[in-house]
């Protein structure tokens, strides 16, 4: 039996990258998969953005895994859109035991450059949108007496990401409501945790992401250096993440909560 078998997981930004890891992974450890995509066009981003073919692509790969996919196109900001695709996808498979909140957005701006719309946007998707994530799923996880709920932060939420104020503002935003829901969701036996990767290897590096970086690091080449591995691999695999991912799903840790767990190749202590 694996490790997931009879679990289902409720994953938002499934259409591509972590999201789609997840996905896969926790379908090959036997759990049937709900999820929420945008897959259209994101606000602000250098970065290319999902499509529903992609969402499709994430249903496909996770039928492939032998599991049960129910996919829906729907923003994170959308309160009442996440509410409706978590009810679908809970009359479909009878429950729900794991919450992923993996969407956000990047966009790198020097201090000076940042506008009150990107700020806000940023806030929005990456604090707001977890936020409506976890109230689309609180009850359907205390009816099952129980679950996991796993936040992703970023390397940012433990550290400055240079030239990134308000993507580092969301993401140390989500340290501290990740402590505030484990404190409270406890007496459900509902444990919340985060992880905060590095650079991915994922669609997210894909436009002028990696341009604009450069051109922002232009503006104070000192903080440029920030964040280096130390190891000989620079990047993860988003598959990397999914491991942690399918570990803190799991009862293999049944007794972890409130806890923020980098997989970063030691990025955040340098």
């Known amino acids: 039996m694996t490790r997931l078998e009879g679990k289902v997981a ?18 090959r450890e036997g759990a049937g998969i709900i999820g929420v995509d945008l897959a259209g066009p994101l606000p602000g981003v250098p970065y290319d953005s999902a499509t529903p073919d992609d969402l499709a692509e994430t249903a496909r790969l996770v039928e492939e895994q032998g599991g049960t996919a129910v996919l829906t196109q729907c923003d994170v900001r959308d309160a ?28 790198p701006q020097t201090y000076d450059e940042i506008t009150a719309e990107s700020f806000r946007d940023t806030i929005d998707i990456n604090v707001i949108g977890v936020w409506n994530t976890v109230r689309a799923t609180v009850d359907p996880l205390i ?55 590095g650079a991915v290897n994922t669609p997210m590096g894909s436009g002028s992401m990696r341009e604009r970086i450069e ?4 503006a104070n ?18 598959d990397e993440i ?20 980098s997989i970063d190749g030691g990025a955040q202590h340098y």
């Open 10 to 27: 409720f994953i938002t930004g499934v259409a591509r990258g972590q999201g789609r890891a997840h996905a896969v992974r926790l379908a």
């Open 242 to 261: 999914a491991n942690v991912v399918a570990f803190l799903a799991s009862d293999e840790s049944a007794f972890i909560t409130a806890e923020h767990i």
């Open 221 to 238: 080449p000192r903080l440029a250096g920030m964040g280096m591995v130390f190891l000989n691999q620079y990047v993860a695999e988003a």
């Open 215 to 218: 051109q922002t690091n232009e």
């Open 80 to 107: 009442d859109g996440l509410t409706a695709a978590v009810a679908a996808g809970v009359e479909r498979f009878g429950g729900l035991d794991i919450v992923v909140a993996n969407a956000g957005i990047c966009i």
């Open 143 to 197: 009816a099952r007496g129980g679950g996991s709920v796993i936040i992703t932060s970023s390397y940012a939420g433990k550290k400055v990401q240079p030239f990134m104020i308000h993507y580092t503002t969301s993401k140390h935003a989500l340290v501290g409501m990740t402590r505030g829901l484990a404190a409270e969701l406890g007496a459900h036996n509902i444990r919340v945790n985060s992880v905060h990767p």
